[in-house]
Structures are given as structure tokens and as C-alpha cells.
């Protein structure tokens, strides 16, 4: 059948129509089965380009709500992707903020440990000099002391080194003063025999 059989087909059902009993409100009775079967007549006559343009269409359609629900796939996968990688970035974020929070408390870990290292340092340098000082006044007075008993010793040594210088030189001078005595005797004794 041919596009024009279609129209007279067409022509025809309106024609139903028109001859049909009105109603109010717009409303016509018609024959049913004349409806029905123009409809089939004109079903049966459309040509099968125009059957295959519909499967097309349909096909398109098909085609196209499948695509619709690819991309709806697709982006669902992309969205649910893109919050993982944004998980995985906040969580790698997490990570490097921990990680230079871990390596600015090493540092100043290292910074506290060296700063009481060099006050420890420092507090024994101070103790070793003042020992060091305690050490040498101690020595020196030690040394004073020991000097100054040796001074007093070595005087009173002096004192009786002197006496004994004096009591020799009396033992001595008594001794010199005896022999002469005895000498200037014996020599008188012999002087008296002689002129007897």
C-alpha cells in the first residue's frame, strides 16, 4: 500500500466520526468496529519503511535510554571514584600534616635536648671551676698553714740553734778561761820552784 491509501484510510475514520451520534460536551458515539477496523486497514498498509523508521525509532530510543543509563553508570562510578580519590586525598593530606607534625616535634625535641645538653654543659664547667677554685684555695691555705707552722718551727729551731751557739761559746769561752787559769797557775807553780 501506498502513503495515499494511508490519508483515504485516515479520510475515512474521520468520516466515522463526523456521521457519528453527538453528545453534549464534545462527546460522538461511533461505530466501534468501523473505528477498530480502519485502524487495522490502516496498521496493515503502512508501508514498511515507515515499520522500519518506527523499529528505528524505537531502536533510537532503546539506543538512547541505554546510553542514558551507561552515562548514569559511568557517572556514578565517577562520582563514587572521585569522593574515594578525595578520601584518599584528605587521608594522604592527614598523613603529610601528621607527618611534618611528628618531624616539627622531633625537631623540637632535638632543640630542647640540645639546649639542656648545653646548660647540663655548662652547669658541670661551672661546678669544675668552682671545685677547681675550692681545690686551689684550699691548697693555698693548706700551704699558708704549712708555711706558717714550718716558719714558727723553723724560729723556735733558730732560738735553740742560737742558745746552743751562746752555750757552746760559754762552754767555750769557760773551757778557754779554765786552761788559761790552770796555764797562768802552772806557769806561777813553776815560776816559785824555779826561784826556790
Same mark, same amino acid.
Request: hydrophobic residues 40%.
Given at each position: 500500500?501506498?502513503?495515499?491509501?494511508?490519508?483515504?484510510?485516515?479520510?475515512?475514520?474521520? #468520516?466515522?466520526?463526523?456521521?457519528?451520534?453527538?453528545?453534549?460536551?464534545?462527546?460522538?458515539?461511533?461505530?466501534?468496529?468501523? /473505528? =477498530?477496523? #480502519?485502524?487495522?486497514? %490502516?496498521?496493515?498498509? %503502512?508501508?514498511?519503511?515507515?515499520?522500519?523508521?518506527?523499529? /528505528? %525509532?524505537?531502536?533510537?530510543?532503546? /539506543?538512547?535510554?541505554? +546510553?542514558?543509563?551507561?552515562?548514569?553508570?559511568?557517572?556514578?562510578?565517577?562520582?563514587?571514584? +572521585?569522593?574515594?580519590? !578525595?578520601?584518599?586525598?584528605?587521608? !594522604?593530606?592527614?598523613?603529610?600534616?601528621? +607527618?611534618?607534625? =611528628?618531624?616539627?616535634?622531633? =625537631?623540637?625535641?632535638?632543640?630542647?635536648?640540645?639546649?639542656?645538653?648545653?646548660?647540663?654543659?655548662? *652547669? /658541670?664547667?661551672?661546678?669544675?671551676?668552682?671545685?677547681? %677554685?675550692?681545690?686551689?684555695?684550699?691548697?693555698?691555705?693548706?700551704?699558708? #698553714?704549712? &708555711?706558717?707552722? &714550718?716558719?714558727?718551727?723553723?724560729?723556735? &729551731?733558730?732560738?735553740?740553734?742560737?742558745?746552743?751557739?751562746?752555750?757552746? *761559746?760559754? =762552754?767555750?769561752?769557760? @773551757?778557754? +778561761?779554765?786552761?788559761? @787559769?790552770?796555764?797562768?797557775? *802552772?806557769?806561777?807553780?813553776?815560776?816559785?820552784? #824555779?826561784?826556790?
Amino acid at each position: 500500500m501506498t502513503v495515499s491509501n494511508i490519508y483515504k484510510l485516515l479520510d475515512k475514520m474521520e #468520516t466515522v466520526m463526523l456521521k457519528g451520534f453527538p453528545l453534549p460536551a464534545a462527546l460522538v458515539i461511533v461505530n466501534h468496529e468501523k /473505528i =477498530i477496523d #480502519t485502524l487495522d486497514k %490502516i496498521r496493515a498498509s %503502512i508501508p514498511g519503511e515507515i515499520q522500519e523508521a518506527h523499529n /528505528i %525509532i524505537k531502536r533510537r530510543d532503546d /539506543i538512547h535510554l541505554e +546510553a542514558q543509563k551507561k552515562a548514569n553508570q559511568i557517572l556514578t562510578e565517577a562520582k563514587n571514584q +572521585a569522593e574515594t580519590l !578525595l578520601c584518599e586525598s584528605e587521608l !594522604l593530606r592527614a598523613v603529610q600534616a601528621e +607527618a611534618d607534625r =611528628i618531624r616539627q616535634q622531633v =625537631i623540637n625535641d632535638c632543640e630542647i635536648m640540645k639546649k639542656q645538653a648545653y646548660e647540663d654543659v655548662e *652547669s /658541670i664547667r661551672a661546678n669544675a671551676i668552682n671545685e677547681a %677554685i675550692a681545690v686551689r684555695e684550699g691548697a693555698d691555705k693548706y700551704a699558708e #698553714t704549712v &708555711l706558717t707552722s &714550718l716558719d714558727r718551727d723553723l724560729s723556735e &729551731l733558730h732560738g735553740i740553734v742560737r742558745n746552743g751557739q751562746k752555750h757552746l *761559746s760559754k =762552754i767555750k769561752a769557760d @773551757s778557754i +778561761a779554765a786552761m788559761t @787559769s790552770q796555764k797562768t797557775r *802552772s806557769q806561777f807553780s813553776s815560776q816559785l820552784t #824555779t826561784q826556790k
